[in-house]
């Protein structure tokens, strides 16, 4: 017998309380991270980037439809241009661990949302979203629930979506049955059968096309006895993006078929745009803490060795596999492109941590975030020896 969840992924997006939470971020001002990051030499991987250091006034404006869906709760939530969309999704939007000890029916609905938002500080692009973030709602579900999913495709898209759950066991991942053109709703239900932590994406033909304009997300798949508590939880998901024009350029961007069939994208992006996790939604914990990452790939095509600068795993559960044995005293992880992993390590120094792809380079073009540490030094751990202790 299964119980009905109230769990509604969509619902949080709605909440005013949610729309406050995005508008003010986690109460860090852009200045103030960028300015903290750049004093750490590291921090500054995206602020001293050349393409980036551009006035904040030359950005060119694209007009925007206010009309319809969710749209409007998104034109609040970018602090350097509140009247720009802003797709990235806040990574501590993870659904809280799951209590029950019975499976039960829960509730998904996505709408995949097109619209033009901020890409880089310069910047905008027409993205492809569910529920109008990068990357969509992070899903959480009971290994033995049945997954009820409701695909709403907007009023106003141009093109066909569709969802392809990697958690799900039958054709497609349920894109078949989620195929919706603009305007449709569409619903498959499909069982949770092997817990792990699984990428969704959108499946319409050409599929990378798809993910790479944002159509991509996370389910998590608890085993029976869940998962050990911790003080945080984040949700990061890193892809690229491919556009006709340079990274740096300025304005609404084109995207190009060519740049992403030959696997060359001008931006790699964590959540979803630049700057998501350096300017307007850092990772936040105080010293002592226990903090599990959930880190996927959306892709469509590279994959991730992600990294913590600063830190060092203590746990990685390679391949989203939660009923493995985890590896132990980790630097950096392998994340597949369509796969997810979980990391957890306790915070011990307080400071700016940078996460990365350490494929470097990507981070010249986008692909940084900060996670603050705030609390007491312990210079037992690490001491950087200021003049007056080498005195
Ligand atoms: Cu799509």
Redesign the pocket.
Known sequence: MSEQDDQNVDAPAHTPEQTGQRSTGPGVSRRGVLAGGAGLGLGSLLGASPALAQKQGEVQLAEHDHSGTMSNRLYSVNPAHPEMADIAENPVNVPAPIERSEPATVQVELE?IELEAHLSNNSTFRF?TFNGTVPGPMIRVRVGDTVEVTMKNADDSW?M??VDFHAATGPGGGAEATTAAPGETKKVTFKALNPGIYVYH?A?PPVAL?IANG?YGMILVEPEEGLPPVDREFYVMQGEIYTEEAFGTSGLLTESYEKLLNERPEFFVMNGHVGALTDHYPLKAQVGESVRIFYGSGGPNYSAAFHVIGEIFDRVHPYGSLTSPPLENVQTAMVPAGGAIMTEFTTQVPGTYVLVDHALSRAERGLAGHLIVEGEENHEIFNPMEEEDTA
């Open positions: 995949t492809w093109m979506h569709n959108c319409v798809h159509m």
